[in-house]
Each structure stands twice: as C-alpha cells, then as structure tokens.
C-alpha cells in the first residue's frame, strides 16, 4: 500500500531541547496509545526501543512510529519529539480518499476538505488541530506538560474523526456506485 508522508527539515538553531524528553516519557505515551486505543502497532518491541533511543539519545534526531486503526485502515504517525513546534510529541492522522488525489484546488477537492475539516473540528481538543489536505485529517501534538484526561480525549477524537471520515468516504463511493449502476 502506498503512503503519503509529508517531511520537513527543521534547521537545527529553531529546535528546542524542552521538547525532548527522557526514555520513561516515550515508553509511557506509547504505552498508553496501546491501551486506550485499538490501534495496532506495525512495529515489534525492539522498534519501539529502537527509536525512544534514537529520540533521546541525540538532539538532531527524533522517533517515528506507525499505527494503523484495524476499522478505518488510517494510519496514526507518532513522531517525538516535534521539535519545529516545541512540542514533546505529535501525531498525524492519515486517511485517505484515494491516493492518487492530490492537494489540486477544485471544487470536488475543496468541498472534500471541507467536509472533513468540519469532522475534524467537531471533535477538537486542545491539543488537536486540522489539517487541509486529502490525505492528512489533523496534527494533534503533545506538550511536555501533557493533561492526561486531555491526551485521552485527544486519542478519543483522533478515533471519532477516523471512523466519521470514513464513513464520509463509503457514503462518496455508495453515491458513485449508484449513479455507476444505473
């Protein structure tokens, strides 16, 4: 299955060493994602330890993650730290429409958008933030000072917004394969 990542370079000067966090901080966010969610990791154990100690052994580094949502198929990247946005940790939610559908202005893809950004604003928390793009639902990043009931309810929401995209998506292609079927 292909993926759509979207990278950025961070120039070293603007990172910010609060961001970072020691080893126990990184194992406990982990381990609460695989507790509080259904989200399954597409790492074994020794990839996990792998990249705390990539994120905690250097300031030039930071640690990747994948999850997948077995009901939605969208892909959760946990990234730590976030140093372009001073933030201990942040995660992306992916879920595509289709992959061959680009960021192309239009009135289909714009209405797209938008019916998603609002999905996404409906389940805001503090920590949540949209993002408009057919891939990409929203950023949620991770203070160091994190609220845990605020952590929960953000991975709460992340869970929402997945599931009411996709129904979004099913309920574009029933419409198609109606129309198709006639």
Do not use: C, N
């Not at 879920?95 to 938008?114: K, N, Q």
């Amino acid at each position: 299955m292909k993926r759509l990542f979207s990278r950025s370079v961070v120039a070293i000067d603007t990172m910010t060493r609060p961001a970072q966090q020691h080893r126990e901080f990184y194992q406990t966010l982990v381990d609460i994602i695989r507790s509080r969610t259904s989200w399954t990791l597409e790492s074994d154990r020794t990839r996990v330890d792998e990249q705390v100690q990539r994120a905690t052994d250097s300031e030039l580094h930071a640690g990747e993650l994948f999850f997948r949502d077995p009901d939605t198929d969208a892909v959760v990247t946990l990234r730590f730290p976030d140093y372009g946005r001073g933030a201990s940790a942040s995660f992306l939610l992916d879920l595509p429409l289709d992959l061959t559908l680009d960021g192309a202005d239009g009135p289909f893809t714009g209405a797209l958008a938008d019916a998603r950004q609002s999905i996404v604003d409906a389940h805001r928390t503090p920590y949540v933030e949209p993002i408009a793009d057919p891939s990409l639902l929203l950023r949620a990043t991770v203070p160091s000072e994190y609220d845990e009931t605020t952590l929960w309810q953000t991975l709460e929401a992340m869970d929402a917004v997945a599931a009411e995209t996709d129904e979004l998506h099913a309920s574009l292609f029933d419409v198609l394969e109606t129309v198709a079927d006639e």
